[in-house]
């Protein structure tokens, strides 16, 4: 079983990042590998909106995403941790989702499936802000939902943590590092 991770915070080191890493020993742990992309560390240019990928499911534009498009391809469990920026995802996870047009196009316009199922594919998407309300991880939930959709992973369990903001701020919270490590764990139980 193949795992896929995407680190869409710009802070190394952060309370994403912590997060992810502890969902990841949880996989780890359970005896599997995990593939993770720090896409703040990754060159990838934005969607070009050029259409070539509504023809044939493939983008025109040649950069680090074409190594995520195959671990999307091959994976069977995938994790997206972002940090909330103006109630949405961050600009290093929405870049690598406009992307994935090319498999919305391959999977709804072209009618070829993405992947054959050798595993129910599922997600884990991860959220942490300094917002108070929820209306900020509502509005990034609904975007992570049609990433997975989109990849064909008709499921996914959402962790969020609300008003933490500074630095290494999640290591004070009672349960996160433990909720996101059983998450993982829950992630790659079959």
Sequence with gaps: M???????????????ELLLKE??????????????????LMKIRPCLD????????ICTVKDAMEKIYTAIKEGHRFILASPIFFFSLSAQAK?????CQTFWCEKYLLKKPIVSEEFRRKGLL???????KEIGFECA??????????????????????GIDAKGEILKHPTALSDAYQAGKELVTI
């Design 141 to 162: 939930e609904v975007t992570a939902k049609a990433f997975f959709r989109t990849i064909s992973v008709p499921e996914h369990k959402t962790l969020s943590f609300m």
């Design 2 to 16: 193949k795992t896929v991770a995407f680190l869409g915070s710009p802070r190394r080191n952060g309370n994403t």
């Design 50 to 57: 050029c259409d070539a990928c509504r023809e044939t499911g």
């Design 23 to 40: 969902a990841v020993r949880g996989i780890q742990d359970s005896g599997f590998d995990v593939q993770t992309f720090n896409l703040n």
């Design 95 to 99: 870049i690598m989702i406009d992307r």
């Design 126 to 132: 991860l959220l942490v802000g300094g917002m108070k």
